[in-house]
């Protein structure tokens, strides 16, 4: 059984970090950021570097709650819930970095908010 949860956990974190390079990938299109190799780029560096860390941590995090005694349901979502975290920060820094390329564009260009809006509009 703890096999199997140890998979899930896995599995969970390497479906977050498709969903990471997705949502870098829509950031990128929606502001122009970068040059035609950034989609190559994505797919064939950042996806799977961002899936083996991903799992990685889930991974070490599943086995760290373990050992205090928790569940293996409660480790497996604590995993899974590091990854969602670290990719976030991830994220969160990729938005840090690209500030001033995408705040060049004129009054409110560097605003996320539209940019949210595409997302949850569709």
């Known amino acids: 059984m703890r096999w199997l949860t140890g998979g899930l956990t896995a ?7 498709v969903g990471f390079v ?3 990938g829509r950031y990128y299109a929606f502001y122009r950021l970068g040059g035609g190799g950034v989609a190559m780029g994505l797919l064939l560096v950042v996806l799977p ?3 083996l860390v991903a799992c990685a941590v889930a991974l070490l ?4 709650v373990l050992g ?3 569940s293996v349901l409660r480790a497996s979502l604590s995993g ?3 990854a969602a ?3 976030a920060l991830l994220f969160s820094l990729e938005v ?3 500030t001033a390329m995408r705040s060049g564009e004129g009054i409110g260009a560097g605003d996320l908010a539209p940019f949210v809006r595409s997302l949850v509009s569709r």
């Not at 995090?61 to 760290?64: D, E």
């Open 49 to 51: 570097a961002a899936t």
């Open 85 to 87: 975290l670290l990719l």
């Open 68 to 70: 205090r005694g928790a």
């Open 11 to 17: 599995l969970g974190a390497a479906v977050l970090a």
């Open 22 to 24: 997705v949502l870098v």
């Open 80 to 82: 899974v819930a590091a």
């Open 61 to 64: 995090a599943r086995r760290r």
């Open 96 to 98: 840090w970095r690209t």
